[in-house]
């Protein structure tokens, strides 16, 4: 039943920054684990970062000291402020909320990091 609606792709150069959102129902933010996925042409998704009911974020390991996620819970949003872009970050970006057993995904928006 969970539905999410990602925004904020586009086209940067690197060293850019954009923001995502992800705008969730239900007031699912506030109590079930969400996250951010990316995928690359020929890669697999690949979790970046995800933020807990009590407010824990983990990131990957490629995207650490640049990329911050953020819950708002009044407004049922969850972010992913990007911050120093690089081209290697070039994927679509989709949001993901684990109500198990499920998970549910949003439609994914581009993000492009390119002179």
């Known amino acids: 039943q969970a539905r999410l609606v990602e925004s904020g792709g586009g086209l940067v150069q690197p060293g850019g920054s954009l923001r995502l959102s992800c705008a969730a129902s239900?007031?699912?933010?506030?109590?079930?684990?969400m996250g951010w996925y990316r995928q690359a042409p020929g890669k697999q998704r690949e979790l970046v970062a995800q933020i807990t009911r009590g407010g824990t974020a983990i990131y990957a390991d490629s995207v650490k000291g640049r990329f911050t996620i953020s819950r708002d819970n009044a407004k049922n949003t969850v972010d992913l402020q990007m911050n120093s872009l690089k081209p290697e970050d070039t994927a679509v970006y989709y949001c993901a909320a684990d109500l198990p057993p499920l998970t549910y995904w949003g439609q994914g928006t581009q993000v492009t990091v390119s002179t």
């Open positions: 239900g007031n699912i933010v506030s109590k079930y684990v």
